[in-house]
T-cell receptor, first 112, second 115 residues
Framework: GAGVSQSPSNKVTEKGKDVELRCDPI?????LYWYRQSLGQGLEFLIY????????KSGLPSDRFSAERTGGSVSTLTIQRTQQEDSAVYLC??????????FGEGSWLTVV | AQSVAQPEDQVNVAEGNPLTVKCTYS??????LFWYVQYPNRGLQFLLK??????LVKGSYGFEAEFNKSQTSFHLKKPSALVSDSALYFC?????????????FGSGTKLNVKP
């Protein structure tokens, strides 16, 4: 696609439920990143995928968080047993090799 | 350790005046430096980057940034601010040594341009 596409754009879920957030990177981009941004705050690195290499999961805050990338393209970030502190914007970005990363519009998650 | 610092949480400037948003970095290798802008309820948009070459980099919307190796800085500038420039600005660095895959982002600077 022309840009990084994320869905859903907004999600309200009850505490304890699982959620899945989807990211469709720019076509041909080999690298994919997930970041989390709390309201008006900075970016927190979550996970990075590069081609067929093992992902860098060093930023995942707990074992309730997981992500996969199927076929080297679309990625899904899953949060199990959501907590209120998980409320944030989840930003996906992609890049081609060592170049600039481009962000999607984010998935706004609210846990009530 | 690799890091990026944006020392100002907020910058206020009057429309028509020049603006500067500060950024300093720390990396072990040569840096790739970036500026992004985030408008309310939107994702981050790429503004400009420095990889190599001329220390003064020009980007979108009339913004420019100057790479200063001795001061390890990459300040964002614009000669004449517009009210529409009001947004959250993030500096980022990518290290060419070590984990090249990671981008390190600053904490962001909120720019307020008043009419």
């Amino acid at each position: 696609g022309a840009g990084v596409s994320q869905s859903p754009s907004n999600k309200v879920t009850e505490k304890g439920k699982d959620v899945e957030l989807r990211c469709d990177p720019i076509s041909g981009h080999t690298a994919l990143y997930w970041y989390r941004q709390s309201l008006g705050q900075g970016l927190e690195f979550l996970i990075y995928f590069q081609g067929n290499s093992a992902p860098d999961k060093s930023g995942l805050p707990s074992d309730r968080f997981s992500a996969e990338r199927t076929g080297g393209s679309v990625s899904t970030l899953t949060i199990q047993r959501t907590q209120q502190e998980d409320s944030a914007v989840y930003l996906c970005a992609s890049s081609l090799g060592s170049s600039t990363i481009y962000f999607g519009e984010g998935s706004w998650l609210t846990v009530v | 350790a690799q890091s990026v610092a944006q020392p100002e949480d907020q910058v206020n400037v009057a429309e028509g005046n020049p603006l500067t948003v500060k950024c300093t970095y720390s990396v072990s290798g040569n840096p790739y430096l970036f500026w992004y802008v985030q408008y309310p309820n939107r994702g981050l948009q790429f503004l400009l980057k420095y990889i190599t070459g001329d220390n003064l980099v020009k980007g979108s919307y009339g913004f420019e940034a100057e790479f200063n190796k001795s001061q390890t800085s990459f300040h964002l500038k614009k000669p004449s601010a517009l009210v529409s420039d009001s947004a959250l600005y993030f500096c980022a660095v990518r290290d060419t040594d070590g984990n090249f895959n990671k981008f390190y982002f600053g904490s962001g600077t909120k720019l307020n341009v008043k009419p």
